[in-house]
């Protein structure tokens, strides 16, 4: 699943909600695709940390979409 700037993500471990403040296409390409490259996202969860950039590997595996 691909996300866009402002979108919301809950991290599973802590219930943390983060908003996606950047994204940034990798130079790997996605497994099995030729055309497609893929993505890192960077986000924020209010914490004095900042902003972190994740894979989308770790996206899709470590965070939620909340249901609306």
Not at 20 to 36: F, I, M, P, T
Not at 60 to 68: G, H, K, Q, R, Y
Request: aromatic share 12%; net charge neutral; with cysteine.
């Amino acid at each position: 699943m691909k996300f866009k700037v402002g979108d919301l993500l809950i991290r599973e471990h802590d219930k943390c909600p983060c908003l996606v403040v950047e994204v940034r296409e990798s130079y790997k390409k996605e497994w099995g695709q030729l055309d497609a490259n893929r993505r890192h996202y960077r986000l924020f969860d209010g914490s004095s940390d900042g902003a972190q950039w994740y894979a989308d590997t770790v996206i899709n595996a470590a965070f939620s979409v909340p249901i609306s």
